[in-house]
């Protein structure tokens, strides 16, 4: 039986940029929900949340961590996000199962880098939110202007629902403009206790317009509440909270509010406004996936413990006690200990040994679990992020999760034969848990080669292999992933006509490959008037994209259109091998007729330096090919927004802090590939 009504259920994410105050948030919701007895702080290592030795010694979130808590009569499953670009994985998955987010900004800085590839993250899987301005207290705290960023940089239709009282130093508490009511906190404490009063004379006024400006928002987004303004009755703080939970649901606004995780102040009307605001599963509704056996037949899970059990996949992560853990989501149906479940993306059933609720690295037994749960299960040896699972007698796939490819890699090598065994296996349980980390052998060298998002992904990788897997290695230098592109288009003929263990393998294809524009993606469609049979064209297509694995500079070919245009093919011949082989043959042959492009990673970078220091920072940049896009001034400080490749920012954090003798700081993210100029393209060949 069900102990939690479903509408009370909160599934939810902290995301943010790094350093903005996430795991500090994410600390205090356990101690005032009860779930811890003492505060955990990010600067001395003691963060629950940040469970990882890696986390603890750098004061970052590297992982997605779980954790269950209650508050009033909700019940809130959390998962606290990293918020360093190299990690921004554990943001991607972790979104696309959660029913709304709490996006975190810095009071001084505002939008950061970061905070952008989260939101826009978010907005692909259209994530109810609500926004909360951290660090009112410190210098440079600027509650309006952050409003004004998330509107200029993210286009969100932030509201103030609260307004702080006084910032910086002076900072002492939050106005709540739907109750109308001031909430101070005392000078010190763990802010357990906290007055509410009437509001302040001289923020009266402030508090009266503000809440004025909320009213008109909410009535431009929510009919019903828009009648009633209409009609000159008097507005409620009842009514504008139900305005406020439809207009949440329906992603039209973005309620903002405020505080000092750090201080201990405003977290408790935070987590009033995820009970009140954020959306239940049953809220949400219902899922859609489709037929394993048809992708273009939509398949309906209601949000009810009624229907068939199903559930996605989310993370993997190895416990040095209990082995692999399976992180889902359930969003139908009950799974209880001990039964078998299907996974139709590997076709395979398994059974399930335990089920965990797991509050970062601790778990707690779980006897089964319902609509709604977020919880780990052991037992899954196929199953990895992004795999469906259900009943076998009511099979449903849900969208399978698309990562980003990694941007940079290094040679590693195991000191000894032992060190080599330990490190196969190691690089399997690492790449079911990062889909973004990925090992490979070059073939010029015969070096083995893992690559990832960034220099602290890798950094992260090989500590893990010391450490966790007790492996020694070796490593080279940072090396970039570059891409290729098709310089032209061509029209060419791929074969097949062998014979394979005694039998004739046939096929033809008839394919017109072109380059499309940069960041456009793959294109793969069949234009032959006939039609293929679905599983040649499925071979075919295969071929295409393994062949694109291995440019003619040995890297993969992005962003073109390949049309069939023709097809040779036999009822007793051909099969989808021999269209697989037909299918790599004309890429390749489409490759080397028309030649490639070598591509880089161009990051985007976001420098905030002293004033005196921008023209030594410029300077440096342009050094490293790049191109500053702008320079705009911020509280005191100014920020050069500029374009420069990857390869040449390796080492740029020891540069910066010696131009501005420690003063400054970066940020980068992939903006995008350019082609490489032809001097770099002879430097990196030897000419």
């Known amino acids: 039986m069900r102990d939690i009504h479903l509408e009370s259920v909160r599934n939810i994410g902290i995301m943010a940029h790094i350093d903005a105050?996430?795991?500090?948030?994410?600390?205090?919701?356990?101690?005032?929900?009860?779930?811890?007895?003492?505060?955990?702080?990010?600067?001395?290592?003691?963060?629950?949340?940040?469970?990882?030795?890696?986390?603890?010694?750098?004061?970052?979130t590297i992982t997605s961590a779980a954790t269950t808590c209650k508050w009033k009569d909700c019940t809130i499953n959390i998962i606290d996000t990293p918020g360093h670009v190299d990690f921004t994985v554990e943001v991607e998955r972790s979104l696309r199962v959660l029913d709304g987010a709490v996006a975190v900004f810095s009071a001084k800085e505002g939008v950061e880098p970061q905070s952008e590839t989260?939101?826009?993250?978010?907005?692909?899987?259209?994530?109810?939110?609500?926004?909360?301005?951290?660090?009112?207290?410190?210098?440079?705290?600027?509650?309006?202007?952050?409003?004004?960023?998330?509107?200029?940089?993210l286009s969100a239709n932030a509201i103030a629902v609260q307004l702080p009282l006084g910032q910086d130093k002076s900072f002492k508490g939050v106005v709540d403009l739907i109750e109308m009511k001031a909430v101070v906190y005392p000078d010190s404490g763990d802010g357990l206790n906290f007055d509410v009063a009437e509001i302040p004379a001289d923020y009266a006024e402030d508090a009266?317009?503000?809440?004025?400006?909320?009213?008109?928002?909410?009535?431009?987004?929510?009919?019903?509440?828009?009648?009633?303004?209409?009609?000159?009755?008097?507005?409620?703080?009842?009514?504008?909270?139900?305005?406020?939970?439809?207009?949440?649901?329906?992603?039209?606004?973005?309620?903002?509010?405020?505080?000092?995780?750090?201080?201990?102040?405003?977290?408790?009307?935070?987590?009033?406004?995820?009970?009140?605001?954020?959306?239940?599963?049953?809220d949400i509704g219902q899922t859609e996936g489709h037929s394993p056996k048809d992708m273009d037949k939509s398949i309906i899970r209601k949000a009810d413990d009624d229907e068939p059990f199903s559930a996605l996949a989310f993370k993997v992560m190895t416990d040095t006690y209990v082995g692999k853990l399976v992180y889902v989501r359930v969003y139908s149906g009950c799974l209880k200990l001990g039964e078998m479940v299907y996974n139709p993306n590997k076709k395979s059933k398994e059974r399930v040994n335990r089920i965990l609720r797991m509050h970062a690295n601790d778990r707690t037994e779980l006897s089964e679990i319902r609509t709604g749960d977020i919880a780990a299960i052991v037992g899954l040896k196929d199953t990895v992020t992004g795999h469906t699972l259900c009943k076998e007698s009511h099979p449903i796939?849900?969208?399978?999760?698309?990562?980003?490819?990694?941007?940079?890699?290094?040679?590693?090598?195991?000191?000894?034969?032992?060190?080599?065994?330990?490190?196969?296996?190691?690089?399997?349980?690492?790449?079911?848990?990062?889909?973004?980390?990925?090992?490979?052998?070059?073939?010029?060298?015969?070096?083995?080669?893992?690559?990832?998002?960034?220099?602290?992904?890798?950094?992260?990788?090989?500590?893990?292999?010391?450490?966790?897997?007790?492996?020694?290695?070796?490593?080279?230098?940072?090396?970039?992933?570059?891409?290729?592109?098709?310089?032209?288009?061509?029209?060419?003929?791929g074969v097949c006509d062998m014979l394979v263990a005694g039998k004739r393998q046939y096929g033809e294809v008839e394919v017109s490959f072109s380059p499309t524009p940069i960041g456009t993606g793959i294109q793969i469609v069949d234009k032959f008037k006939s039609s293929l049979p679905k599983e040649l064209f499925a071979g075919a297509k295969e071929g295409v994209m393994a062949a694109r694995?291995?440019?003619?500079?040995?890297?993969?070919?992005?962003?073109?259109?390949?049309?069939?245009?023709?097809?040779?093919?036999?009822?007793?011949?051909?099969?989808?091998?021999?269209?697989?082989?037909?299918?790599?043959?004309?890429?390749?042959?489409?490759?080397?007729?028309?030649?490639?492009?070598?591509?880089?990673?161009?990051?985007?970078?976001?420098?905030?330096?002293?004033?005196?220091?921008?023209g030594d920072v410029m300077v440096n940049l342009n050094n490293r090919r790049g191109s500053v896009k702008g320079i705009n001034t911020d509280r005191g400080l100014q920020i050069v927004e500029a374009l420069v490749p990857l390869s040449e920012m390796f080492g740029y954090a020891t540069d910066l802090r010696t131009v501005t003798s420690g003063r400054g700081n970066f940020s980068m993210k992939v903006d995008t590939y350019e082609v490489v100029p032809e001097s770099i393209l002879k430097k990196l060949h030897g000419v």
């Open 208 to 282: 009266e317009l503000s809440r004025a400006e909320l009213v008109d928002v909410l009535a431009e987004n929510d009919d019903i509440l828009l009648e009633k303004y209409f009609s000159g009755e008097e507005i409620t703080a009842s009514d504008l909270k139900s305005a406020l939970r439809r207009c949440v649901k329906a992603n039209s606004v973005v309620p903002v509010f405020c505080g000092s995780a750090f201080h201990n102040q405003g977290i408790q009307p935070l987590l009033d406004a995820i009970n009140a605001y954020l959306p239940s599963p049953l």
């Open 397 to 493: 796939v849900f969208g399978e999760m698309e990562f980003p490819e990694p941007v940079i890699k290094q040679a590693i090598e195991p000191k000894s034969k032992a060190d080599a065994d330990k490190m196969a296996n190691a690089f399997v349980k690492l790449a079911e848990e990062d889909p973004t980390f990925r090992t490979y052998t070059d073939k010029e060298t015969g070096q083995t080669i893992i690559a990832g998002m960034g220099e602290l992904h890798l950094e992260i990788i090989v500590d893990r292999l010391r450490r966790e897997f007790k492996v020694n290695v070796n490593i080279g230098k940072p090396q970039v992933s570059y891409r290729e592109r098709l310089m032209g288009s061509a029209v060419v003929k």
């Open 549 to 614: 694995t291995a440019g003619v500079y040995g890297y993969e070919v992005l962003d073109f259109k390949a049309e069939i245009k023709d097809a040779g093919f036999s009822e007793l011949d051909s099969s989808e091998l021999s269209f697989k082989v037909a299918g790599a043959d004309s890429f390749r042959k489409a490759m080397f007729q028309v030649g490639t492009a070598l591509l880089e990673p161009v990051m985007r970078v976001e420098v905030s330096v002293p004033n005196e220091c921008v």
């Open 118 to 153: 989260v939101w826009r993250q978010a907005d692909k899987y259209s994530v109810p939110r609500i926004a909360f301005i951290n660090k009112m207290d410190v210098e440079g705290a600027d509650f309006r202007r952050a409003i004004k960023s998330m509107k200029d940089k």
């Open 21 to 60: 105050g996430k795991t500090t948030i994410t600390e205090r919701i356990l101690y005032y929900t009860g779930k811890t007895h003492r505060i955990g702080e990010v600067h001395d290592g003691m963060a629950q949340m940040d469970w990882m030795v890696q986390e603890q010694e750098r004061g970052i």
